[in-house]
């Protein structure tokens, strides 16, 4: 049995509609960020990361969100979530996951978080003040490399589930996403997937 660590709102949910779409047994341990739990020490001894999500199994505790995006569709071969077979259709799939973990999540965090990179107040508004571009800046490079229903074409994968949640948090990034028509078509299209849907009761609940 797998359980996710997982707060509402947050990046957690690719990893909730992932499992959801894969079909595996798993369980949630929902924490609550306003009482600080993801810095708890039981929680800290899980992911000494402190973040969220966090999956754990029989063989231990995986962290990263490209990483347990892997890890479920390996997992899961019927569920058909990632071109396993195929050295370079994963690695463009894991070139997609990347840029979302490394570039669009850490510009978007500049707002909600930007006590981690300066201590100045004035520092941590400017940075905010620059989210909208950044995001608007990544969207227009996303915008322009899709080019099918899915992220990877004509194949839903787990790069889908995460570009979603990415391409959620556009508006509170003050981007307006009508700017993105493939992107919101998108957004649109997960909307429609079951496993989006419990997915997001589960995060509303
Ligand atoms: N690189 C990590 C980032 C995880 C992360 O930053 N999660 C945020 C929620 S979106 C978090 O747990 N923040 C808690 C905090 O900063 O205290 C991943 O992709 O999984």
Same mark, same amino acid.
């Given at each position: 049995?797998?359980?996710?660590?997982?707060?509402?709102?947050?990046?957690?949910?690719?990893?909730?509609?992932?499992?959801?779409?894969?079909?595996?047994?798993?369980?949630?341990?929902?924490?609550?960020?306003?009482?600080?739990?993801?810095?708890?020490?039981?929680?800290?001894?899980?992911?000494?990361?402190? %973040?969220?999500?966090?999956?754990?199994?029989?063989?231990?505790? /995986?962290?990263?969100?490209?990483?347990?995006?892997?890890?479920?569709?390996?997992?899961?071969?019927?569920?058909?979530?990632?071109? /396993?077979?195929?050295?370079?259709?994963?690695? %463009?799939?894991?070139?997609?996951?990347?840029?979302?973990?490394?570039? =669009?999540?850490?510009?978007?965090?500049?707002?909600?978080?930007?006590?981690? #990179?300066?201590?100045?107040?004035?520092?941590?508004?400017?940075?905010?003040?620059?989210?909208?571009?950044?995001?608007?800046?990544?969207?227009?490079?996303?915008?322009?490399?899709?080019?099918?229903? #899915?992220?990877?074409?004509?194949?839903?994968?787990?790069?889908?589930?995460?570009?979603?949640?990415?391409?959620? #948090?556009?508006?509170?990034?003050?981007?307006?996403?009508?700017?993105?028509?493939?992107?919101?078509?998108?957004?649109?299209?997960?909307?429609?997937?079951?496993? =989006?849907?419990?997915? /997001?009761?589960?995060?509303?609940?």
């Amino acid at each position: 049995m797998l359980t996710l660590y997982y707060a509402p709102g947050t990046c957690a949910l690719a990893s909730l509609i992932a499992l959801e779409e894969s079909g595996l047994a798993f369980e949630t341990r929902k924490l609550s960020f306003a009482n600080g739990e993801q810095r708890s020490p039981d929680y800290l001894k899980i992911n000494p990361k402190g %973040r969220v999500p966090a999956l754990v199994g029989d063989r231990g505790v /995986l962290t990263e969100t490209p990483a347990i995006l892997g890890f479920i569709a390996a997992s899961a071969p019927a569920a058909k979530l990632a071109p /396993l077979a195929d050295p370079f259709e994963m690695a %463009r799939l894991q070139a997609f996951n990347s840029y979302l973990c490394s570039t =669009v999540h850490v510009n978007h965090a500049h707002r909600p978080r930007g006590s981690r #990179w300066a201590d100045d107040p004035a520092a941590i508004e400017a940075m905010k003040a620059k989210v909208p571009q950044n995001m608007a800046d990544c969207f227009t490079l996303i915008e322009d490399m899709l080019e099918g229903p #899915w992220v990877m074409g004509e194949t839903y994968s787990l790069a889908d589930p995460y570009l979603f949640v990415m391409s959620g #948090w556009l508006p509170s990034d003050g981007v307006d996403p009508a700017r993105f028509a493939k992107v919101s078509d998108h957004h649109a299209r997960m909307l429609q997937r079951p496993a =989006v849907q419990r997915a /997001l009761a589960f995060d509303r609940g």
